[in-house]
C-alpha cells in the first residue's frame, strides 16, 4: 500500500476535498439565508404586537394577559410573599406589579443596594431597558427596596472578601 507524504494529495483527493468544502460552504451559506428569512418573517408578523407591549402603558399589560397570569396569590407566610419571595411590607404590591411585569423577583431577592444604589438601577434599566417613568410610585418603590432589599447581613451571598494580600503566582 502506498502511502502519501505528509501535505501531499492525490489528484482525485484534491478534488474530493475541494468538492466537500464548496459542499460545506454552500450549506452553510443556505442556512445561514434560511435563518435570515425566518428573522425577517417572525419580524413581521410579531412587530405589532412587540410596538403595541412596548408603548403599553404597564397598568394596562394585566388586562391583556390571561386571567391566570393576573391573579395574585396575595398570601403571606413567615413574612414573605408566596408568589414572589418578596418581604412582606408597605410597597410590596406596587414592587410585584412594576417590577415583575419585566423581570423575576429572584432580580431583586439576589441584590442589595442602598436607596442611591436601587434609585441607579432604575435609571439604568429606564435608558436601556425600557423601563417607563415610575411617577409618584418610584419614591414607594425605592422606600421598599431601600428597607428590605439594603445592604447589610448576609442572607445566602458570600459577602466581598477584606483584608486579604493578594499575590502574583509565578511559575
Keep these: 500500500m502506498n502511502k502519501l507524504p ?4 492525490s489528484p482525485s483527493q484534491k478534488e474530493n476535498l475541494q468538492f466537500f468544502d ?12 434560511v435563518m435570515l428569512v425566518v428573522g ?11 410596538s403595541a407591549l412596548q408603548s403599553t402603558d404597564p397598568s394596562e399589560i394585566s388586562s391583556q394577559l390571561p386571567e391566570s397570569k393576573t391573579q395574585s396569590t396575595d398570601q403571606i ?6 408568589e414572589t419571595g418578596l418581604i412582606a411590607g408597605e410597597g ?12 423575576s423577583s429572584a432580580l431583586i431577592l439576589q441584590n442589595r ?3 442611591e444604589g436601587w434609585h441607579s438601577k432604575i435609571l439604568w434599566m429606564q435608558e436601556t431597558q425600557g423601563l417607563w417613568d415610575l411617577g ?13 432589599y439594603a445592604p447589610g447581613e448576609s442572607n445566602g451571598r458570600r ?4 483584608g486579604i494580600e493578594w499575590y502574583e503566582l509565578k511559575d
Excluded: M, W
Aim: aromatic share 6%; glycine share 6%; hydrophobic share 40%.
Design 77 to 82: 407566610v413567615d413574612g414573605k410573599d408566596v
Design 92 to 103: 410590596l404590591e406596587i414592587v410585584k406589579g412594576s417590577c415583575t411585569v419585566c423581570h
Design 40 to 50: 425577517v418573517v417572525l419580524l413581521v408578523v410579531f412587530q405589532p404586537e412587540i
Design 159 to 162: 459577602t466581598p472578601l477584606t
Design 6 to 9: 505528509d501535505n501531499k494529495h
Design 22 to 33: 464548496s459542499l460545506f460552504k454552500s450549506v452553510a451559506g443556505l442556512v445561514g439565508i
Design 136 to 148: 409618584e410610585n418610584e419614591s414607594k418603590i425605592l422606600d421598599y427596596l431601600a428597607e428590605n
Design 113 to 115: 443596594f442602598t436607596r
